[in-house]
C-alpha cells in the first residue's frame, strides 16, 4: 500500500485509515457528519493526493486532448479547467477526469481518479500517435483540498496571489505557504466552494519535499484555525460529492455507461470528432433509453450502490447507483439509473432493501442547494 | 475502547446483558467507532423465534450497512422504542441508551459468548 506525503499526519491525528486505490487514505477523523457540516458552513482540508496526474506537453497535446476527451478543450485559456471525460468505443467512459490548460496549445495537465491511472495512461498512450510528450507526476503531486465557504478567506493568508476572485474552474500558479510552483485551482467535489492546492512533494516519508509538504499542512491548519478547520477523509468527500449529484466514476459512471445517461450531456460536445462520437451523437438524437436521476426516499430506509430499483408494480426499471443518508438534508437520497418513462421529475420509485420496496421520488438535482 | 466487565460479546461485536433468562443486546463501542454515524437501527423482527446466529436486524450508518446477528437463541420481545428517533445514541452510548433488543432465552446456553478480557483480546 502506497503512501501519501500526508499518510504521518494522518496517523497521528488518529483518523480512520483503509486502503483506496493501492493508497492508505483517511476515511474519516471526527466523523462523517461532523466533517460533512464542517465543510458545508466553515471549512474542511482533504488529502487526495492518491488522485492521478499526467503533464501533457507539446503541438500536438491539444489534438490528442481533443480527440480523446467528450468536451472542448480548445475553449480552455490560460489558467482555466474543465470537467470532461474520455469516452471509451463501446459508449460508455474510461474515466472522467479535469484537464488543466497551463499553457494553451503546449502543456495541459490531466487530473484523473486514482482507481483508473493505470487503465488511464495506457488508453491515452494508445491514442498518443503524435509523439505528445506524457509524464506521470501523480506520486510527485501533492493535493489538498481545502473547502468550505470560508476556504478562499482563510487561505488567501498563505499567498499573494489574488484567490478572493479566483473565478471558479480557473487556477493560478506560484509561492504558497513559502512553497513555489503551487497550482491553487477553484475547483471541488463538494459543492461548499474552496480551491484545491496541487504542489510537488515526495511520497517517501523523510524526503525533504514530503516534510515540506508536512509543514505546508500545518500552515494551512493555522491559517484555518481561526474558521475552526477540520480534516476530512474520503467518507465525507463521499456524502458531500452525493448532495451535489456529482458523478463517482465507479459507482455512477463506468465502462459501460453513456455521458448521455449520466447527464454529461454537458461535458459532450459534439463540435468536434472524439472517441466513439458519432455513435454518441446517433445516442442523442434517438434520445436515451435510461437516465442517471436523483430520488429521495419517502418511506424509511438508506438506498445503496447495486440495490435494484423498480415500479409500483414491481417491475425492475433500474438500480441505485449510490446512496446515502444525507447529513445536510437529514434525509436518504441516492442516484441510479431508470428506464426513461420513470425518470421525469416527481415520479414515484421503489427501491429494494432486504426484499422490501421502500417509496422513493425522483427529485432535481443537485440534492442541496446552498 | 470501552469493554464493561459484566457484559458477555460476540466476535460479530454485539454485546449482551442477561437477566432473569432475559437478554439485552446491542453492539459494541468498537462496532458503534468502525460504522460510523448511525442513522437508521432496522429491526421486524418483534415476536419472533430466531436461533443463535439469525439476522435480527440491520444496523444502517451514513456509509455502510450490517447485519445484527442474535448472539442467542429466543424470542425478540421489544425494540429500544428510542432508537426510531434517535439512532445517534448507539454512538454516544452503545451500552445504555443504544440497546437495541430484548430478547426471552430459550435456554441459557450462553457457552459461545465471550467474556469482556476475551472480547478485548479480539478487538485488540
Not at chain 1, 486505490?21 to 458552513?41: K, T
Not at chain 1, 482533504?46 to 488522485?51: A, E, G, I, R, Y
Not at chain 1, 447527464?263 to 446517433?282: E, M
Not at chain 2, 415476536?47 to 424470542?75: Q, R, W, Y
Amino acid at each position: 500500500m502506497k503512501n501519501t506525503p500526508f499518510t504521518n499526519i494522518h496517523t497521528q491525528l488518529g483518523a480512520k485509515m483503509a486502503e483506496f486505490a493501492g493508497y492508505n487514505m483517511p476515511i474519516s477523523y471526527s466523523g462523517i457528519n461532523d466533517e460533512h457540516a464542517a465543510v458545508r458552513n466553515s471549512l474542511g482540508i482533504f488529502d487526495v493526493s492518491h488522485m492521478g496526474e499526467f503533464l501533457l506537453k507539446g503541438e500536438h497535446a491539444l489534438e490528442l486532448i481533443q480527440r480523446i476527451t467528450s468536451n472542448d478543450a480548445s475553449k480552455l485559456t490560460n489558467g482555466k479547467a474543465q470537467y470532461s471525460c474520455f469516452p471509451n468505443k463501446e459508449g460508455g467512459i474510461v474515466d472522467d477526469l479535469l484537464v488543466y490548460c497551463i499553457e494553451e496549445n503546449k502543456v495541459y495537465m490531466l487530473v484523473v481518479n486514482a482507481s483508473n491511472m493505470q487503465k488511464d495512461w495506457d488508453w491515452i498512450m494508445q491514442h498518443n500517435t503524435n509523439a505528445v510528450e506524457m509524464k506521470d507526476i501523480s506520486n510527485q503531486t501533492a493535493l489538498l483540498a481545502v473547502q468550505g465557504p470560508n476556504a478562499v478567506n482563510a487561505m488567501q493568508q498563505l499567498t499573494d496571489m489574488d484567490l478572493i476572485n479566483l473565478k471558479y474552474y480557473t487556477f493560478c500558479k506560484g509561492t504558497f505557504a513559502g512553497i513555489d510552483n503551487v497550482v491553487v485551482s477553484a475547483t471541488g467535489y463538494t459543492g461548499a466552494g474552496g480551491v484545491e492546492i496541487y504542489f510537488p512533494a515526495s511520497f517517501t516519508m523523510g524526503d525533504e519535499s514530503q516534510l515540506a509538504a508536512e509543514t505546508m499542512w500545518h500552515k494551512i491548519m493555522e491559517a484555518g484555525a481561526a474558521f475552526n478547520i477540520k480534516p476530512c477523509g474520503l467518507a465525507a468527500r463521499d456524502t458531500l460529492r452525493l448532495e451535489m449529484g456529482f458523478c463517482l466514476y465507479g459507482n455512477d459512471i463506468d465502462d459501460t455507461t453513456s455521458p448521455l445517461e449520466a447527464g454529461l450531456g454537458w461535458i459532450t460536445k459534439f463540435t468536434k470528432d472524439f472517441t466513439n462520437s458519432s455513435a454518441l451523437q446517433q445516442q442523442k438524437a434517438d434520445g436515451v433509453k435510461q437516465k442517471l436521476v436523483g430520488f429521495e426516499m419517502i418511506d424509511k430506509g438508506i438506498p445503496r450502490h447495486h440495490y435494484l430499483l423498480k415500479s409500483a408494480d414491481g417491475n425492475t426499471i433500474g438500480h441505485v447507483s449510490s446512496g446515502t443518508q444525507s447529513p445536510s438534508l437529514g434525509k436518504a437520497i441516492g442516484l441510479g439509473y431508470v428506464s426513461i418513462e420513470h425518470a421525469s421529475i416527481g415520479s414515484e420509485i421503489f427501491v429494494e432493501v432486504r426484499e422490501k420496496l421502500l417509496k422513493a421520488v425522483v427529485v432535481k438535482i443537485p440534492f442541496y442547494q446552498g | 475502547m470501552n469493554v464493561p466487565a459484566d457484559l458477555k460479546y460476540t466476535k460479530d461485536h454485539e454485546w449482551i446483558r442477561i437477566e432473569n433468562n432475559i437478554a439485552t443486546i446491542g453492539i459494541t463501542d468498537f462496532a458503534q467507532g468502525e460504522l460510523g454515524d448511525i442513522v437508521f437501527v432496522d429491526i421486524n423482527t418483534v415476536g419472533k423465534t430466531l436461533t443463535h446466529g439469525d439476522i435480527f436486524g440491520t444496523v444502517e450508518a451514513v456509509k455502510t450497512v450490517s447485519d445484527l446477528f442474535l448472539p442467542v437463541n429466543g424470542t425478540i420481545l421489544e425494540i429500544n422504542p428510542g432508537l426510531d428517533a434517535s439512532p445517534e445514541v448507539v454512538n454516544t452510548d452503545p451500552y445504555g441508551a443504544g440497546w437495541m433488543v430484548k430478547v426471552q432465552m430459550s435456554n441459557d446456553d450462553v457457552s459461545t459468548l465471550m467474556n469482556a478480557d476475551e472480547y478485548s483480546a479480539l478487538i485488540g
